[in-house]
Nanobody
Framework: QVQLEESGGGSVQSGGSLRLSCAVS??????????MGWFRQAPGNKREGVTA???????TYADSVKGRFTISQDDAKTTLYLQMNSLKPEDTAMYFC?????????????????????WGQGTQVTVSS
């Protein structure tokens, strides 16, 4: 079982930065293979993959955030981060972290929401122009 809780959302002006955190609670071995991802959903839009990182530490990003967003984890893998720089109004959305068990590598391209089993409640990011 995995529990996820996001924090760090807020309102910023275009060009600003935010760092989102996702606290990860699990009752499995810390050596278990899993991928972690960040997703976002704007009103009226489908949930879309932003970035993900696999057990082997390799990350993948959606083209829209490459070079601006960075995913990372602490050494104990109890917290997932999303550093967001050069924010744009189109980044405005509810941001979710999610976990996919039994996943070694995050693959290429944006993560696919339907492949992730565990989800947090989300944190709102609003970027004004």
């Amino acid at each position: 079982q995995v529990q996820l809780e996001e924090s760090g959302g807020g309102s910023v002006q275009s060009g600003g930065s935010l760092r989102l955190s996702c606290a990860v609670s699990r009752d499995t071995s810390p050596n278990a293979k899993y991928c972690m991802g960040w997703f976002r959903q704007a009103p009226g839009n489908k949930r879309e993959g932003v970035t993900a990182i696999g057990s082997i530490g390799r990350a993948t990003y959606a083209d829209s955030v490459k070079g601006r967003f960075t995913i990372s984890q602490d050494d104990a893998k109890t917290t997932l981060y999303l550093q967001m720089n050069s924010l744009k109004p189109e980044d405005t959305a509810m941001y979710f972290c999610a976990a996919r068990w039994g996943c070694l590598d995050a693959g290429t391209g944006p993560p696919v929401p339907s492949l992730f089993e565990y989800w947090g409640q989300g944190t709102q990011v609003t970027v004004s122009s």
